[in-house]
């Protein structure tokens, strides 16, 4: 089974400063895909960015960005230039791709707070 | 475009009273459908999944049960609730034509005294 950790429960920050939130996974699968999630106050889940573990570039969005090293079965997410929306919970997932029933893992989340 | 839509957005129930949540997608067919729960301060259980209509396949035994009269339609019941079923509940959907991303609804509170 699958398992995702997330080894920091809360994080601040500044605004406009960058941060890197941390996210480590097991499996022995060599192809999946991997997931950070936002999760407001408002507690709708957003998807943030998604990156393919057969893919060796990091994925961006903005001002997301990833640092995806397989080998090490690590998943960083870096916020540059945070902004007070950026509040949130943020949830590391994985998901095993077949046929079927794709799931999501969940890690246990990074409270988020941009400081004004 | 895709949306999904679940309601209520917050219910309170008294223990031992039925539960009925229900998850519309709409713009896609066939969608894999998800619920999940999040206790509060904690992360996401995978609670049922569904790849098709009537067909459930149910992650974690509990009091709750999950049911897809339709393609788009995925419900969440219970016949009496109980005060563990308190949690925030996620209806997702993922698109089964190459899709490998999962979205989620807007979550509904549940609270039960």
């Known amino acids: 089974a699958q398992t995702v950790t997330q080894s920091q429960p809360e994080m601040s920050v500044q605004e406009a400063e960058t941060v890197t939130l941390s996210c480590t996974y097991d499996t022995s699968e060599s192809n999946y895909y991997l997931f950070w999630y936002k999760q407001p106050p408002s507690r709708q889940m957003i998807l943030v960015i998604r990156q393919e573990a057969y893919k060796q570039q990091n994925a961006t969005e903005n001002r997301f960005s990833v640092n995806f090293q397989k080998a090490a079965k690590s998943f960083s997410l870096k916020i540059s230039d945070s902004q007070l929306g950026d509040t949130a919970m943020y949830f590391c997932?994985?998901?095993?791709?077949?046929?079927?029933?794709?799931?999501?893992?969940f890690g246990t989340g990074t409270r988020l707070t941009i400081i004004p | 475009s895709q949306t999904i839509h679940q309601w209520p957005a917050t219910l309170v129930q008294p223990v031992g009273s039925p539960l009925s949540l229900e998850c519309t997608v709409e713009g896609t067919s066939n969608p894999n459908l998800y619920w999940y729960r999040q206790a509060a301060g904690r992360g996401l259980q995978l609670l049922f999944y569904s790849v098709g209509i009537g067909q459930i396949s149910s992650e974690v035994p509990q009091n709750l049960s999950a049911s897809r009269p339709q393609d788009r339609q995925f419900i969440l019941s219970s016949k009496k609730l109980l005060l563990s079923d308190s949690g925030f509940y996620l209806c997702?959907?993922?698109?089964?034509?190459?899709?490998?991303?999962?979205?989620f609804g807007e979550g509904s509170w549940l609270t039960v005294v």
């Open positions: 997932a994985f998901m095993k791709p077949f046929f079927g029933n794709e799931k999501l893992t």
């Open positions: 997702a959907w993922r698109d089964r034509e190459g899709g490998n991303t999962i979205y």
